[in-house]
């Protein structure tokens, strides 16, 4: 059990001398800052981590979400210990750890690749970091069989790693790192290597697991579905910079920019050119001749901030985007693609020259018409779910 807290954290990577030197001497003029691979690089190197700030409450279940070569491995294995932090400060329970060896951290870690001995057994594998520290037989023995007991694996413990199928060997992984009692479990990409079928398993698993245990959970994935169904707060990160932090429904029903709007929901959000439009005290979002008012809650936080008239991107996700038949001033499309789900549908259209996805559920659909490629279908959005965009910037109008 313990709070982590990381103020203002970078991670740079300094180049070698070679490079170094070879740029001074190619252009002595060149700019200090330039961007490469959509990192910043300096005289000093490449900033992996920049300006990360993050206070996370004991027994919280905090996940960093992001693409590949976001940073958020970094930053795990910052609070790890097996990278020095450039700048800022690591603080575990109010003490700080810069300075402090990974094995005096009180910190466990599960890796991607499972990481097990394949010449000891499962028992061995749970007992090995207990025996490192000279924990007395009996002990051992009560945190092995405790472990091995919640995950599941009691049956395996005699078994070796190369007799287990990949959920299991990731049970062992786990089992190894809990039977520490640590302050702080870490896990990067746990799940990566399981199929899809396995890692539903787990993530229930998982879920199951941190109400069992009384310790702070720091987890890594580059999944949003494992993010939002696992954290109680979702970090997201991009290019070595925090992008939004909040609670799963927060980041999905307020994403502070177009990149999280994109990243967070499954299938992505839309986006299409439009207008916002303040008349008579009141904002509309006009795209093609569709002209819609918008939620009395979206028209606070806009007249809050001022907003006036102004070109926007308009974002709208699937699931909030409704066929409409009626007739008039309506938003139109060509259905490209139809994808039957069972419960719904997924119409991929053409609409003003880029894709869109309406997600239907099959109750509500009138005409299946609709469904056939080719079709020309008409569509609106749900004002309480329409997000407005600074074309340039990509920041949501409504928390500027």
Do not use: W
Not at 87 to 116: E, T
Not at 284 to 307: F, G, H, W
């Amino acid at each position: 059990m313990a709070t982590v807290s990381l103020k203002g954290i970078q991670k740079v990577y300094p180049h070698s001398e070679p490079q170094k030197k070879k740029k001074k001497q190619k252009k002595e003029d060149q700019p200090v800052e330039e961007k490469k691979y959509k990192l910043k690089v300096t005289d000093e190197g490449v900033v992996a981590v920049d300006n990360f700030n993050l206070d996370i409450a004991d027994k919280e279940f905090i996940v960093f979400v992001g693409p590949s070569g976001c940073g958020k491995s970094t930053t795990l294995r910052m609070v790890a210990g097996l990278e020095e932090i450039t700048r800022g400060d690591l603080y575990i329970d109010g003490v700080r750890m810069n300075d402090v060896a990974p094995k005096d951290r009180d910190i466990a870690m599960v890796f991607q690749n499972y990481a097990l001995y394949p010449h000891m057994t499962v028992r061995q594998n749970l007992e090995f970091p207990l025996k490192l520290r000279k924990v007395p037989k009996e002990e051992m023995d009560r945190r092995v069989n405790e472990a091995a007991e919640i995950l599941g694996i009691i049956q395996f413990l005699d078994r070796k790693p190369k007799a287990l199928s990949g959920g299991q060997r990731q049970r062992v992984a786990i089992g190894r790192a809990i039977v520490r009692e640590p302050k702080v479990l870490l896990m990067d990409e746990p799940l990566s290597n399981l199929d899809a079928k396995l890692r539903n398993q787990m993530r229930a698993e998982i879920i199951k697991l941190r109400h069992r245990i009384n310790t702070t959970f720091i987890y890594v994935t580059h999944d949003q579905t494992e993010a939002m169904t696992l954290g109680d707060r979702i970090v997201i990160m991009k290019d070595g910079e925090v992008q939004q932090i909040g609670t799963p429904q927060e980041v999905f029903d307020k994403p502070i920019n177009t990149f999280v709007a994109g990243f967070i929901g499954m299938p992505r959000m839309n986006m299409f050119g439009g207008d916002l439009i303040k008349k008579d005290g009141k904002y509309y979002v006009q795209v093609m001749d569709a002209c819609i008012e918008l939620s009395p809650e979206k028209q606070k936080n806009l007249a809050d901030r001022n907003t006036e008239s102004r070109p926007v991107a308009v974002g709208c996700r699937p699931e909030h985007i409704s066929l409409d038949y009626a007739e008039g001033k309506m938003i139109e499309g060509v259905v490209e693609v139809s994808e039957m789900m069972g419960s719904s549908v997924h119409l991929h259209l053409n609409s003003l020259g880029r894709d869109c996805i309406i997600i239907v559920p099959t109750l509500d659909l009138k005409d299946n018409s609709a469904l056939q490629q080719g079709a020309n279908v008409k569509f609106t959005f749900a004002p309480n779910a329409i997000h407005v965009f600074d074309p340039e910037t990509g920041m949501n109008l409504e928390y500027l």
